[in-house]
């Protein structure tokens, strides 16, 4: 991996090529932009280019060396990427019974931080989606970034960037990431080997949700096409609850991106679109607090028809 494979963030990769040059390693940044821009690929390659034996002269890393194959592959002894997985392993649970990152998780994580570096460098955790940390886990994580122990470092990704304390904010250096440019967006579907023009249209300048775009056949025409679209749509969602509330996530987006294409299309009234855009958006947050995703799915697939999205 290299800084080369992070498409459409120049401005993001010149700060952090300026970081690593500057060798004056804030203690705590903060990637925030839209899912699916590279926020996560750009965190894995800092990290490789600031444990990397041979950086070359761009401060890319040389993608060669044990630390940099380390955490390529997420083994690397004092590199940590902590997701709803790295929780689940954690506390050996279900990743279906993951919904937020949970004081204990921190508080764990921070004791591994504290701790000398194995291979006598940096030590660097990722969280990703620092917006699922509960309040008391946020508390824990303040508490080691108000005095970070010598030679780590923290970064956090996140797409709901407001949902964080304004005391963790304050400390965290942040590094905006744009939506992708549409041009990169369609080279990195034809790359491999797609050619769907309603995941482009759809993805908002994200590569990652224009890949699942790109697996839904007729999406999102067929979310709305007929009154039975919703139930339709509701009873195909995966029976585990995890999946159902990625899948009704995409659903809610697809949706509301095409609300936004219809509006600026002349389709729609701005008062339809406003009315049905202000429901989904209501509802992929009660899914995001536990609501029940087939209920969700239905009535936000039935906002939609309803607005004029049946074509």
């Not at 997420?74 to 689940?88: G, N, T």
């Not at 294409?261 to 947050?285: C, N, P, T």
Request: charge should be positive; include cysteine.
């Amino acid at each position: 991996m290299n800084f080369g494979e992070i498409l459409g963030q120049d401005k993001a990769v010149r700060n952090l090529r300026a970081i690593l040059a500057s060798e004056k390693m804030p203690s705590v940044f903060l990637f925030s932009g839209p899912d699916g821009v590279g926020k996560k690929l750009a965190a894995k390659i800092f990290i490789q280019a600031v444990l990397c034996l041979a950086p070359d002269q761009n401060q890319s890393p040389c993608e060669a060396c044990p630390h940099c194959l380390a955490v390529q592959k997420e083994i690397h002894p004092d590199f940590k990427m902590v997701d709803l997985a790295y929780q689940a392993n954690l506390r050996d649970e279900e990743l279906s019974k993951q919904r937020t990152l949970r004081v204990d998780t921190i508080r764990h994580l921070r004791s591994e931080m504290s701790m000398e570096p194995m291979m006598g460098g940096w030590k660097a955790a990722v969280i990703v989606d620092a917006e699922n940390l509960e309040i008391e886990s946020s508390n824990a994580l303040l508490k080691i970034l108000e005095e970070p122990p010598r030679k780590t470092f923290w970064i956090l990704l996140s797409s709901q960037d407001q949902a964080l304390p304004k005391t963790i904010l304050s400390r965290a250096l942040k590094i905006p990431f744009a939506p992708i440019p549409k041009k990169l967006v369609a080279k990195a579907l034809a790359e491999r080997g797609i050619k769907s023009v309603p995941a482009l249209e759809l993805c908002a300048g994200s590569i990652g949700k224009a890949l699942e775009f790109s697996k839904r056949e007729n999406w999102p025409g067929v979310l709305t096409e007929n009154p039975l679209s919703a139930v339709q749509a509701c009873e195909s969602l995966p029976r585990d609850l995890p999946s159902s509330r990625r899948e009704a996530e995409l659903i809610f987006f697809s949706l509301l991106e095409n609300l936004r294409r219809f509006y600026h299309q002349g389709k729609i009234s701005f008062e339809r679109f406003e009315k049905a855009a202000r429901d989904i958006s209501w509802l992929k947050v009660a899914v995001r607090s536990n609501a029940d995703p087939r209920a969700s799915v239905l009535l936000a697939c039935l906002k939609a028809r309803e607005a004029g999205l049946k074509t």
